[in-house]
């Protein structure tokens, strides 16, 4: 009957689904996870016995890898060869690995990355160490499976005579789960393991008095003992590891840092790369090279610096912006029972003690058998010397060995094992001497039993057998830890001068909201021209800065701009900038309407913001210093109708004066406006009268005594002593008026400015005529006069804006 083809017709997700699960189950099972009980991956645990098979220890010659390789592949993973080499090559770094599983001749890789030459050059045996995985694998302790083609078996798990998965630690990646466990210092684990096995309600705390924390082969500083305590008691927890260094002074009375340990598995080539780029691209300042001194005493890498460089800022800076320091996450899962599991340490520690119990259960029973078997033998021979010569007598009258076997089976009554040994017999171990030993042997025999015994009808014993083959194994490998741990994770604190180089600039902002910062040799080259900008557009900002300090540029939103003076573009004095918009993303209609420079945050100073709908806010300085500074960030919350018409950095006892639209001025003290935070909206600073606004706010220091220059629509303009003609009073108050009230044609501010005798004030109309007046060409006025007319209304459209001249009359001397 001729085959026919069975066709299923299956959903293809249903199809992928199966088929994924199965081939998930694999690579979590028998791939990617380490086994809780010795640590190891399928592809270690076969490399490991594989070497053990060939006999390929540490108390023999080294084998080429490829031979290794080869056995691995043939007889227990149907894998590429190249997956088992880069496995055996990790357990042979022991920049990766805490206690190296494989001992290898010629190049085995570096910190660098480089790759290790090919297996056809390098040789390998198995560590010292790795032999204590495998001890006692040959009596019977673990189960064997058969391998891929049923030829041979492999072991399941390893015996593991030291708790390897928090020795060496494991990391991997395979379907739904990833694993990060680091290495622990082999002392302290098996200090940990006695005590919870000694004290099996022992908790976290308990364990972390012998486990102080992860032990990375590459030594370091761990930071942030809570964190470690949460990963031990979760299996998941965040530590800082940073590099270890040291200044030293070095000729010409310069400092350099040195770098003599890397946080764990840290690309050395790769950070120093980094470094070097980061000085290259100036964004960190002081450093004069960074290189690479490491030979085979040790990890030295060297950050020299500049005669004023500032080491702490510079290590820092470092730690902040490269892999010096790095944060390792802790993922602790491993697998138990056939299962992937996030494990605590109790969690770790207890299947391993779980697992020793079984090897040595398994190993005594193994023990006893045999010695059980002996014991009957010893027994046999002794009683046959006994009688001896009847024994003898009964040989020699048999045909043949079968026959002589048979006889004394039926004339003693020995049993056939006692007579094939019997038969077996050489004759010289017939002396008395060999009695003798015989009756030594069948003492000790009964020794080993009764100990055997007792090893496995008791839990103490058990125990007090793990606990000594562990403090062995202790006293043999463990060293001095490597990574030292301390209790809090250091706040990194930058200092602007150790990324930016400290320059005098010339930083130029106009009302269009086109920036720029010149040198001060290209600003002198202009002859201390205003800076290049459109017909239509003024100065807002033209003020000598320094690269380490900040620009705040508010905007009619209520928003304000971050801009360090180092990131404004650097363009020469006569060229126009760029547009603010270009450095932080602002919105079509929204206008610059302030710029004010920082030199320091933490200096007591509070902004003060007045809206066109009478809100008043100060918030204290500090509040405005951001961390990111790619987006706009809120000055001030304003309600849906209200736009911010100015801000001001005052310190406490400044006078606020606001003016109308309808011709009402109020001075105030600053204090009536209690401090609010940065994203509140303020309180009531005017009470205005129904369709009027705030057109202009100023402030004054209190001692300063500036006339207040009124511009009103119809282009007058007048000065008046604040003084005698504004009393100061509360806030929300209507306030004085400052004009007298036409019925036709009446007129309406258009602005205000605070002016000294020496000052100059621009008007601008709606047609973008400007017309500039002196304060000193003006009389003060009473609040009931309507000024003087500088602009033809008819001519020139209503006035529109009005600003004092920036340049000061030093200034003006100089040109």
Not at 520 to 535: I, Q
Request: aromatic share 6%; charged share 30%; proline share 3%.
């Amino acid at each position: 009957m001729a085959n026919t083809e069975k066709l299923l017709d299956l959903p293809l997700e249903e199809v992928i689904g199966d088929r994924f699960g199965i081939y998930s189950k694999y690579i979590i099972q028998e791939r990617a996870l380490p086994d809780v009980r010795d640590g190891l991956k399928p592809v270690q645990r076969r490399i490991l016995y594989a070497m053990l098979q060939d006999g390929n220890t540490n108390d023999k010659p080294f084998r080429k890898s490829a031979k290794t390789v080869g056995n691995v592949i043939g007889n227990y993973h149907p894998h590429g060869d190249t997956s088992v080499y880069d496995a055996m090559v990790r357990m042979s770094q022991d920049w990766k690995v805490r206690n190296v599983l494989v001992e290898m001749h010629g190049n085995n890789g570096s910190m660098d990355g480089d790759p290790p030459a090919a297996m056809r050059y390098t040789e390998a045996r198995l560590s010292p160490i790795a032999s204590e995985l495998l001890r006692d694998i040959d009596k019977e302790t673990v189960a064997f499976v058969p391998n891929f083609d049923e030829t041979t078996e492999e072991p399941l798990v390893l015996p593991a005579k030291f708790p390897n998965l928090l020795v060496n630690g494991s990391t991997g990646i395979s379907a739904g789960y990833a694993t990060d466990i680091p290495p622990h210092h082999l002392g302290e684990v098996i200090d940990a393991t006695i005590l919870a096995m000694e004290n099996p309600d022992c908790t976290v705390e308990d364990l972390m008095t012998h486990i102080k924390g992860p032990d990375f082969p590459t030594g370091g500083i761990i930071q942030g003992v809570d964190e470690i305590k949460k990963a031990y008691r979760t299996g998941k927890g965040k530590i800082v590891v940073r590099a270890r260094t040291e200044v030293e002074q070095i000729r010409g009375g310069r400092e350099q840092i040195v770098i003599n340990e890397l946080p764990y598995e840290v690309n050395k080539a790769n950070l120093v790369k980094k470094m070097e780029e980061l000085r290259l691209d100036r964004k960190v300042e002081g450093v004069a090279e960074v290189r690479d001194e490491t030979d085979r005493t040790g990890t030295r890498v060297i950050i020299e610096l500049k005669k004023d460089g500032d080491a702490a800022g510079i290590l820092n800076y470092y730690y902040k912006n490269t892999d010096l320091q790095i944060t390792y996450n802790f993922n602790m899962v491993a697998i138990h029972r056939k299962t992937p599991k996030l494990l605590g340490l109790k969690e770790i520690l207890t299947a391993y003690i779980e697992h020793q119990k079984e090897v040595i259960i398994n190993r005594s029973r193994h023990e006893l058998s045999k010695a059980k078997e002996r014991q009957h033998i010893v027994e046999g021979l002794i009683k046959a010397i006994s009688v001896l010569d009847e024994v003898i007598q009964t040989i020699r009258a048999s045909k043949d060995k079968k026959d002589a076997k048979n006889n004394i089976l039926e004339k003693f009554g020995f049993t056939e094992i006692q007579a094939e040994a019997i038969v077996s017999l050489q004759l010289y171990r017939l002396t008395n001497t060999d009695i003798q030993t015989l009756q030594e042997e069948a003492a000790e025999l009964e020794k080993t039993i009764a100990r055997l015994e007792d090893i496995l009808h008791s839990e103490k014993t058990l125990i007090r057998v793990i606990k000594k083959e562990l403090t062995d194994i202790k006293k043999k490998y463990a060293d001095g830890r490597r990574t030292t741990i301390e209790d809090k994770i250091q706040e990194i604190k930058i200092d602007l001068e150790v990324m930016v180089a400290s320059e005098d600039v010339m930083v130029a902002l106009t009302k269009q909201g086109y920036i720029k910062r010149s040198s001060l040799r290209s600003f002198s080259a202009s002859n201390g021209e205003d800076a290049a900008m459109k017909e239509t557009d003024r100065v807002l900002l033209q003020q000598e800065m320094n690269t380490t300090d900040t620009l705040l540029v508010f905007t009619d939103t209520g928003r304000y701009l971050y801009l360090p003076v180092h990131e404004i573009p650097d363009k020469r004095w006569k060229e126009l900038g760029q547009h603010v918009a270009n450095l932080v993303p602002i919105e079509q209609d929204e206008t610059v309407i302030k710029a004010i420079t920082i030199k320091d945050f933490s200096q007591p100073g509070y902004l003060t913001f007045v809206t066109k709908l009478g809100l008043i806010k100060r918030t204290e300085l500090a509040q405005y210093k951001a961390q990111r500074r790619s987006k706009p960030l809120m000055g001030i919350k304003l309600k849906k109708d209200d736009t911010c018409i100015d801000v001001h950095l005052t310190h406490g006892a400044s006078n606020i004066v606001l003016a109308t639209r309808l011709g009402y001025g109020l001075r105030f003290d600053e204090e009536e406006a209690g401090l609010v935070g940065q994203r509140a909206s303020g309180v009531k600073a005017i009470n205005l009268k129904k369709d009027d606004t705030v057109v202009g706010a100023k402030v004054f220091e209190e001692g300063e005594r500036p006339d207040i220059f009124i511009a009103t629509q119809r282009g007058a303009v007048k000065k008046m002593s604040i003084m005698s003609t504004l009393e100061k009073t509360a806030r929300a108050r209507r306030g004085l008026t400052m004009l007298r009230e036409l019925k036709a044609s009446p007129h309406r501010i258009s602005g205000i400015e605070l002016v000294n005798h020496d000052d100059t004030v621009w008007l601008a109309t709606e047609k973008g005529i400007t017309t500039s007046v002196k304060a000193s060409d003006l009389r003060a006025s009473d609040r009931y006069n309507n000024g003087s007319y500088v602009v033809d209304q008819d001519e020139a459209g209503p006035v529109v804006s009005i600003w004092k001249d920036l340049k000061t009359k030093e200034d003006k001397e100089k040109n």
